[in-house]
């Protein structure tokens, strides 16, 4: 017996190919993942016959092991729309003072599931707008507020939910953009070592900015900075050590950030349920808030009717029943409240 040139080159080029294979599966891995501990083994690779007369086709039979159970993600970043505090690149109030306000639109935008990654100029100023309007009236500023004024803004003016997180650990926040909510974080603004940054001697030098993804192996967040001018800010990278060592709430009342605890507000989208009748509900804490007046209700606390999800009545159940929301005198309430 004996092996022809024909299949001699057929053997090889067989075996060749399954070995490119693997390499490329290799180097694919490499590519892909960041990992920990990642092993691989690669055993029995037998040529099982190469039977010439009856021109059968080589066997080979490899078994391969990935431990795919310590992978770690390297990168991640939330689409979340992008907008400037000062929309029209002018550096004057109230655009001056709207780091909050902006970062409370692009957020919202997020949990509203808006795809895109530059928010249109006019739809970002009306929004900034009418938290100005708010503030305003509930206020009686719109200036620098910190971060229970802000998180009251909105909770009560603004489509998604916020919570304060004094003294938060990396991971944490971290946490947070991994489960796809956005983290706000309040900050003394020199610290930020922002070029396209520029804060006063004597003024506040107090900043808000939202941390929208991360970066492990760069060691560095990636963030929506408001206020550059125009689109600067966009997908702004700050090392993790930057971030967490200029993380200060505002004081009120010396107007000042540098002494502030260290805080951020986590974040969360609001959730209004349709059933099948049309009856709308607001969940919260596990309770369900009957919505009486739904045009009057979303206009005076700004929700939005993108919103709503649809749930069957069964699904319902599962929430307890809260007191429904009324009004009285123009203030949207619950019963509880009065």
Excluded at 129 to 154: C, Q, V
Excluded at 187 to 212: R, S, T
């Amino acid at each position: 017996m004996f092996f022809t040139t024909t299949h001699t080159v057929r053997t090889i080029f067989v075996i060749g190919i399954v070995l490119v294979g693997g390499v490329f599966l290799l180097i694919i891995k490499d590519m892909i993942f960041e990992t920990k501990n990642f092993t691989t083994s690669t055993t029995n690779t037998e040529v099982l016959s190469i039977d010439v007369e009856n021109k059968s086709v080589v066997e080979i039979i490899t078994s391969t092991t990935l431990d795919f159970s310590d992978i770690i993600t390297t990168t991640i970043n939330l689409v979340v729309p992008y907008i400037s505090q000062m929309p029209d690149g002018i550096f004057v109030k109230p655009w001056s003072k709207a780091c909050e306000e902006a970062t409370i639109i692009m957020i919202e935008e997020f949990y509203l599931k808006n795809k895109i990654s530059l928010l249109p100029i006019t739809v970002g100023k009306q929004g900034m707008s009418m938290l100005f309007a708010w503030e305003d009236k509930n206020f009686g500023y719109n200036d620098d507020t910190d971060a229970s004024s802000t998180a009251r803004i909105i909770n009560d003016y603004s489509s998604f939910n916020a919570i304060v997180k004094r003294n938060p650990t990396l991971e944490e926040i971290k946490n947070e953009i991994k489960n796809n909510r956005p983290v706000i974080s309040l900050h003394y603004g020199p610290a930020l070592n922002n070029p396209y940054l520029h804060f006063k001697v004597d003024g506040p030098q107090y900043h808000m900015i939202v941390l929208k993804g991360f970066d492990d192996k760069n060691k560095e967040f990636i963030a929506h900075d408001p206020g550059t001018y125009q689109y600067s800010g966009n997908d702004f990278r700050y090392g993790y050590q930057t971030i967490m060592s200029s993380l200060h709430d505002y004081d009120i009342k010396i107007k000042k950030a540098k002494e502030g605890v260290p805080v951020v507000l986590f974040t969360s989208p609001k959730i209004i349920i349709k059933t099948p009748g049309n009856t709308l509900y607001f969940i919260e804490d596990n309770k369900k808030y009957l919505i009486n007046n739904p045009t009057t209700t979303f206009q005076q606390r700004r929700w939005s009717f993108r919103l709503i999800q649809t749930k069957t009545e069964d699904e319902l159940r599962n929430f307890v029943d809260g007191n429904p929301i009324i009004h009285e005198n123009g203030l949207l309430k619950t019963i509880e409240d009065l």
